[in-house]
């Protein structure tokens, strides 16, 4: 069993720059979780912590129930793969895979057998003779994934091995990990800023901000409940809208008025939820594809909102349009049979099934 236990975990390089604030996290065996966040929120750090690379400040780590506070990163039984690869360019892909069984005085049949095991799962049997110059980015980094696997480790952990590749070939590359993680089924500690990578690769996303944990969950589950205003911004692509708003009514006769000439109900099942933030100042929160085309009204909890467009984005499968209630920004999407013209009014409807309402003082959705 290799969990990967987190407690209280912090990291202070002075008294002014906390990276890591106490964090808790349970990393169960062979999930696969996704560190995830802005630039500068402490995942990067995490990581190199449970390596060993980094000294901690304060707190714990445990891999499979023991304490590796201080033991060497060597001797954590964990591989880590980078994100520039660190392929020796003298050797060969089967010399590269092979050199840190051989550090270890494998057998060279064991070393030749979990080699070829590794370069079957990466289908990279054919490129073993090669040296990384005749490789590409992402065959390259099959072979840097290629010499974690041989290791056969407790943990993998993976430092935002794609963000050197090209947008068609990270998408290949996701798909690729994920193959290898269905088949190899080790702990996996995966950090990125990219959001999409995460819901995608992740079983469990942890969502970082300021050296803080925000929510841990199945992709899925933050997306459709983010529990504060930054991960429902965080997660989806395009990104959550916020518009601001103010709670008016009584009982179940609750509405959002969001301008002098825009006012949206509020489901009369949430109304009960909302009631104690009545006459408040709040934040509609609705995804782009929940705000689109004008097309069935009689459907429960969608309301029209007449939009004057300012920019349109042709997507092919979709079309982006954007454009301003009182003052704010705001992105839908629609078909792209739909005629979305810049300059011109287009009907369209807000689907309040799916509205979040956020506290602006507290940054939480209620």
Known sequence: MAQVTLRKLSKSYDQHVQAVRGIDLDIADEEFVVLVGPSGCGKTTTLRMIAGLEEI????????????????PRDR????????YALYPHM???????????????????????VDEAARILDIGELLARKPKALSGGQRQRVAMGRAIVRHPKVFLFDEPLSNLDAKLRVQMRTEIKKVHQTVRTTTVYVTHDQVEAMTLADRVVVMNQGAIEQVGPPQELYHNPITRFVAGF??????????CR????????????????SLPVPPE??????TYKDREMLLGVRPEHLTEL???????????DSHLDVTEPMGMEILVHFRINGTAVCGRVDPSVKAVAG?????????????????????VV
Do not use: C, W
């Open 270 to 275: 949430r109304a009960g939820r909302y009631a």
């Open 295 to 305: 097309k069935d009204q009689a459907k429960p909890n969608v309301a029209r909102l």
């Open 92 to 114: 060969s892909v089967f010399d590269n895979m092979a050199f840190g069984l051989k550090l270890r005085k494998f057998a060279k049949t064991e070393i030749k057998r979990r």
């Open 344 to 364: 011109q009014t287009l009907p369209m409807s807000v689907d309040l099934n799916h509205m979040h309402l956020i506290d602006p003082g507290s940054s939480r």
């Open 235 to 244: 997660i989806g692509s395009p990104a959550m809208n916020f518009i601001p």
């Open 247 to 262: 709670l008016l009514g009584s009982g179940n006769a609750l509405a959002l008025r969001l301008a002098d000439n825009i």
């Open 77 to 84: 039984d964990i591989a880590m793969v980078f994100q520039n």
């Open 57 to 72: 400040t304060g707190g714990e780590i445990a891999i499979a129930g023991e304490v590796v506070n201080d033991i060497p």
